[in-house]
């Protein structure tokens, strides 16, 4: 599997701006650290926010970090299906479109 790391645009943004993407970790780990909830579940939960934004960065973000805490494709696209009933077929098109653009890369 490939491992994707942040994009190329984020480490753009924290070489520029430390001190804000430093915030925005620690906001970050904060909020992952305020219950109990294990890492997996955070990631498929941070997945189905970001589809249900519309957050097409966003999308391709929580599918890497799923993917690292563990879960499948099969659990992710699964992830992805759920969201239909909630916010229509073209969109969870469009997200499951995001999420294989990832999934794909990390096929390869």
Sequence with gaps: MT?????????????????ILEAYEKLSSATKKAGPLDEKTVALIKLGISIGA????????????????????????????????????????????WADDILEKTAE
């Design 3 to 19: 491992d994707l790391g942040p994009p190329k645009r984020y480490q753009e943004i924290k070489a520029k701006y430390p001190e």
């Design 54 to 97: 519309r957050a097409e960065g966003a999308t391709h973000s929580a599918v890497r970090k799923a993917l690292k805490a563990g879960a499948t494709p099969e659990e992710i696209r699964h992830a992805v299906f759920l969201s239909t009933t909630t916010i229509g077929f073209p969109n969870m098109m469009a997200a499951l479109s």
